[in-house]
T-cell receptor
Framework: GQQLNQSPQSMFIQEGEDVSMNCTSSSIFNTWLWYKQDPGEGPVLLIALYKAGELTSNGRLTAQFGITRKDSFLNISASIPSDVGIYFC???????????FGPGTSLSVIP | ETGVTQSPTHLIKTRGQQVTLRCSSQ?????VSWYQQALGQGPQFIFQYYREEENGRGNFPPRFSGLQFPNYSSELNVNALELDDSALYLC????????????FGPGTRLLVL
């Protein structure tokens, strides 16, 4: 079945550093989504991507839809303590298909 | 505008019991999706309801069932609970069935002993 892999599994960075994480899929996706989940809460959508090669920003966050349509990347610039949490990539084969989530990347920011 | 709410927040059950979890959609949303999130993993899609009909199902056995009501709130029922059913159960509501419009609730933490 469809499977997503995220790397790294966890990251410990200094406040102010930039962060990069990525996600790969065993199959082609039509939509890529990036979510953040804080403890005790549900995931919150950060960025949605719809086209191969698309680069989209949301404040200090930038995500890209890989040209093979089997991968996506998320970058966070100038990290701050509130960036701490678990970042999930997710994908859909078609616009109305079920959403498949990756296992997550846990981000810790050291002040 | 109220967000997605879920009840109860926490629940403890024993193996073999049945459980019902509830979700109230965000105002104006007609689609509800349910996910199971085991500790340290990403959410796994259970099923989706659109206008009171099941509209897609993940790889979960029939003892996982659901309902959506005319006000678009929803229930997830799990029969014959197993230890592996221990997880955070999330519901997400959306205007359409597309994933990018869904808003998640805080989840119900279920522990099966």
């Amino acid at each position: 079945g469809q499977q997503l892999n995220q790397s790294p599994q966890s990251m410990f960075i200094q406040e102010g550093e930039d962060v990069s994480m990525n996600c790969t899929s065993s199959s082609i996706f039509n939509t890529w989504l990036w979510y953040k989940q804080d403890p005790g809460e549900g995931p919150v959508l950060l960025i949605a991507l719809y086209k191969a090669g698309e680069l989209t920003s949301n404040g200090r966050l930038t995500a890209q839809f890989g040209i093979t349509r089997k991968d996506s990347f998320l970058n966070i610039s100038a990290s701050i303590p509130s960036d701490v949490g678990i970042y999930f990539c997710a994908g859909q084969e078609t616009s109305y298909d079920k959403v498949i989530f990756g296992p997550g990347t846990s981000l810790s920011v050291i002040p | 505008e109220t967000g997605v709410t879920q009840s109860p927040t926490h629940l403890i059950k024993t193996r073999g019991q049945q459980v019902t979890l509830r979700c109230s959609s965000q105002s104006g949303h007609n689609t509800v999706s349910w996910y199971q999130q085991a500790l340290g993993q990403g959410p796994q899609f259970i099923f989706q309801y659109y206008r009171e009909e099941e509209n897609g199902r993940g790889n979960f056995p029939p003892r996982f069932s659901g309902l959506q009501f005319p006000n678009y709130s929803s229930e997830l029922n799990v029969n014959a609970l197993e230890l592996d059913d221990s997880a955070l159960y999330l519901c997400a509501s959306s205007v359409l069935a597309g994933g990018e419009t869904q808003y998640f609730g805080p989840g119900t933490r279920l522990l099966v002993l």
